[in-house]
């Protein structure tokens, strides 16, 4: 599990938006996706819904929430 992917995956949690995150943290918006898509894969769970351009914490994701701001 990569630091800059939990990193991504905080900042996109709490914002709910993929391109807000990437704005924050000077990446592209595909950077953010992809470093979502990587820490998805890794652990086998969906980590957001994806509704338009909300995303919202699945369960999954409030456990790997909890967890990374630890």
């Known amino acids: ?3 800059r992917n939990l990193l ?3 900042r996109a ?3 709910g938006n993929f391109t807000q995150a990437a704005q924050e943290l000077g990446y ?3 950077a953010i996706t ?3 898509q990587q820490l998805e ?4 769970v969906p980590l957001f819904e994806r509704i338009g351009r909300k995303n919202i914490l699945t369960p999954y994701g409030q456990q790997l ?3 990374a701001n630890q």
């Open 1 to 3: 599990m990569e630091f």
């Open 28 to 30: 592209v918006q595909s």
């Open 13 to 15: 949690a709490e914002l």
């Open 8 to 10: 991504s995956f905080l």
């Open 34 to 36: 992809t470093h979502i």
């Open 41 to 44: 894969a890794e652990i086998g």
């Open 65 to 67: 929430l909890t967890y």
